[in-house]
Nanobody, 122 residues
Framework: QVQLVESGGGLVQEGDSLRLSCAPS????????MGWFRQAPGKEREFAAA??????NTYYAHSVKGRFTISREKNTVYLQLNKLKPEDTAVYYC?????????????????WGQGTQVTVSS
């Protein structure tokens, strides 16, 4: 069984920064890419960022580009959130994709974490 464990969420003020982390545990698996998605109350889960594991190619949603940075180190994927806005408030989910598919689509991912709450106050 594969588990993705996220950490790093919290309550911050507008303009602040946070760094989210996600590491897998359990059985090993081949990772084509890791992604971060977010879901605000009453809204659908949306793509935020992704990184291909072998080459490190990065992809961002237009709403976060220039403010968020996805990176990987050893077994962990990170999402640096800068210049946070109240509209960034959501549960952030880490996800793992085992084979190449559409990188911004939630259904393309095989494993998901439990989510970590990010709340940005104005």
């Amino acid at each position: 069984q594969v588990q993705l464990v996220e950490s790093g969420g919290g309550l911050v003020q507008e303009g602040d920064s946070l760094r989210l982390s996600c590491a897998p545990s359990g059985r090993t698996f081949i990772r084509y890419a890791m992604g971060w998605f977010r879901q605000a109350p009453g809204k659908e889960r949306e793509f935020a960022a992704a990184i291909t594991w072998s080459l490190g190619n990065t992809y961002y949603a237009h709403s976060v580009k220039g403010r968020f940075t996805i990176s990987r180190e050893k077994n962990t994927v990170y999402l640096q959130l800068n210049k946070l806005k109240p509209e960034d408030t959501a549960v952030y989910y880490c996800a793992a994709m085992t084979t190449a598919r559409e990188i911004s689509t939630p259904y393309a991912y095989d494993y998901w974490g439990q989510g970590t709450q990010v709340t940005v106050s104005s």
